[in-house]
């Protein structure tokens, strides 16, 4: 007869892997009985999710207007340039065409 093994207590790092899988198999589980393939969330921007709260009719009204003022109080991103205006060589391209129009006509 063999001798029983004992087993030793997982760890904490352990415990949490164990624990991501088994919560990872529930999902993949769920999204295939509903007929979905599980997504992983992505990232989202704050200005994205706080535009979300501040529009979901369903949300609490103070989340909505904590949601309207955050997005107020936040900088606004800086608009992106068109490419006309950052390329010079395309930028006097365009003129010179302009140009050649205005004396044709």
């Known amino acids: 007869m063999g001798r029983p093994t004992i087993e030793r207590p997982l760890t904490a790092t352990e415990r949490q892997q164990r624990r991501r899988l ?16 599980a997504k992983r969330s992505r990232r989202r921007s704050p200005r994205g999710v706080l ?40 930028r006097r391209a365009l003129q010179i065409a302009a140009e050649r129009n205005r004396s044709i006509n």
Do not use: F, H, M
Request: charged share 35%; glycine share 2%; net charge negative.
């Open 51 to 90: 535009s979300d709260i501040s529009n979901d009719e369903a949300a609490p009204a103070t989340a909505r207007v904590a949601a309207a003022r955050a997005l107020l109080a936040q900088p606004k991103p800086p608009r992106r340039r068109k490419a006309v205006e950052d390329d010079p060589i395309t």
């Open 22 to 37: 088994r919560l990872k198999s529930n999902l993949d589980e769920e999204a295939s009985s509903i007929g979905a393939e």
